[in-house]
Nanobody, 126 residues
Framework: QLQLVESGGGLVQPGGSLRLSCAIS????????IGWFRQAPGKEREGVSC????????KYADSVKGRFTISRDNAKNTVYLQMNSLKPEDTAVYYC???????????????????WGQGTQVTVSS
């Protein structure tokens, strides 16, 4: 079965950085596009960033563009989300999700992903 496990969350001060990791098992990562999503208390889950199976296409939410970078290492079956210049509004549970051969134009849509991790908490506070 396909499994995704997030790690790297924690407490960080505003302006700080964190790198989240999403480890996939059960299937080779080379066949899957990966999205990062987040859900803050009282808010709907939103797309943050996504990357195609080949790594050639990426997309970012306007709120994180220029601060977050998504990347993948298919040999390690791992996708990363480097988060810089963190703001309190970035506080949320962050989830990674997988979809086979997802197109860049659709990869921030929550309902396109059949496989999800359990999430990792990111808290940005002074």
């Amino acid at each position: 079965q396909l499994q995704l496990v997030e790690s790297g969350g924690g407490l960080v001060q505003p302006g700080g950085s964190l790198r989240l990791s999403c480890a996939i098992s059960g299937f080779t990562l080379d066949y899957y596009g990966i999205g990062w999503f987040r859900q803050a208390p009282g808010k709907e889950r939103e797309g943050v960033s996504c990357i195609t199976n080949s790594g050639g296409g990426t997309k970012y939410a306007d709120s994180v563009k220029g601060r977050f970078t998504i990347s993948r290492d298919n040999a390690k079956n791992t996708v990363y989300l480097q988060m810089n210049s963190l703001k309190p509004e970035d506080t949320a549970v962050y989830y990674c999700a997988a979809h086979p051969f997802i197109a860049t134009t659709l990869c921030l849509m929550t309902d396109k992903y059949p496989y999800w991790g359990q999430g990792t908490q990111v808290t940005v506070s002074s």
